[in-house]
């Protein structure tokens, strides 16, 4: 490692805590491109991240904090983190719940590799005898918060509230395919013979290299994918000759109900993923949608007991890090459209 320890260690933490602006980014992807060391030592410090403790102990909005706490705990002995193994398939569940320091993380994968599971060397060092026995990896985002993480390919993911990233130890070997459950923002590393792949409840999107958002938590009726760059493939799962490619600029939603799909081209395509950076943005969005999205940045259950408001346009441009949810109920109710009241931390709009 040819930088400064201390100020790798704070941007590595910047960026998983997703406070890293892009030019920040860009310099981290250039370090861990310098040499093997760099890489493996990002790799570890990743998973001591995902495995760390609760958002109280560590402020995923405020780095300089975790950094300070992030470096206090990484060289003391925590639990390790919850991992659980089924006949099928095994699975390393990454939570934000329990921080181990680097000794037990190496004591951790030692016992892992017992039981034939290789950790990120399986991707550069890789062979086929090793596939069919890898574990699962799934990384979780916390309710309220953001998960922001590198692939072993360099593949950028930033991950919302409440959202889950699945894909196997040995991704990059023979295949980079995940699985999303909720949103997702990739910057996806170019590689043409090896496909970029995402299943999300439903459909499939097939990438080389490019930026897009995705939009699918289980309980949406509508799936959206936004393109900001490059070019994607979409497909109904069940329907591998629905076939819909996007560019640019354009976004493209899939009704699960009826399995259909209704492309358009947006101007306002970055507002897709503003969420990276902690803003909530309404543009023309249905209440019943903006209530939906500010239940869970702010995991705080809110309905709409008046049914004929539900469609009612919402506009407002939001930075979660400043304005708390009753800030954004009494600017929507500024506007004399709706009211609203709060009853044991519920929240009723009428």
Request: proline share 3%; net charge neutral; charged share 30%.
């Amino acid at each position: 490692m040819n930088k400064n320890k201390e100020y790798i260690d704070e941007l590595i933490t910047s960026f998983l805590s997703g406070n890293a602006n892009e030019k920040e980014t860009e310099e981290l992807k250039a370090w861990i491109k310098q040499s093997a060391e760099n890489e493996e030592y990002f790799m570890r410090l990743q998973e001591i991240w995902f495995s760390s403790s609760s958002d109280e102990d560590i402020n995923i909005y405020d780095y300089k904090n975790a950094y300070k706490i992030f470096t206090q705990r990484v060289n003391n002995s925590y639990k390790k983190p919850e991992a659980s193994y089924t006949s099928k398939t095994s699975k390393i569940k990454y939570k934000i719940n329990t921080l181990y320091n680097i000794n037990s993380l190496y004591k951790y994968a030692a016992a892992i590799f017992a039981f034939g599971i290789i950790s990120f060397a399986s991707y550069r060092f890789g062979e086929y005898r090793y596939s069919k026995s890898l574990a699962d990896i799934e990384v979780e985002a916390p309710i309220g918060g953001l998960s922001r993480l590198l692939l072993p390919d360099s593949t950028l993911v930033v991950l919302n509230g409440g959202s889950q990233l699945k894909y196997a130890q040995n991704f990059g070997v023979e295949s980079r395919n995940v699985t999303l459950n909720g949103e997702g923002y990739f910057e996806v590393k170019r590689n043409e013979k090896k496909p970029f792949c995402v299943e999300s409840n439903g459909i499939k999107i097939k990438v080389l290299g490019t930026k897009f958002n995705v939009q699918d938590y289980p309980d949406d009726k509508i799936a959206t994918v936004s393109l900001m760059d490059g070019k994607v493939a979409i497909e109904d799962s069940s329907n591998p000759d629905s076939n819909i490619e996007l560019i640019p600029g354009e976004r493209v939603q899939f009704d699960k109900r009826n399995n259909t799909f209704s492309k358009e081209k947006y101007d306002k395509i970055g507002n897709d993923k503003s969420w990276t950076e902690g803003y909530i943005v309404f543009d023309e969005t249905p209440l019943k949608d903006a209530v939906k999205i500010l239940s869970r940045v702010y995991s705080t259950p809110i309905i709409i007991s008046n049914k004929d408001i539900e469609n009612l346009k919402v506009y407002g441009r939001f930075d979660k890090n400043i304005h708390s949810i009753n800030d954004i109920m009494n600017m929507l109710k500024t506007t004399g459209k709706i009211n609203y009241r709060i009853f044991d931390k519920n929240i009723s709009i009428y």
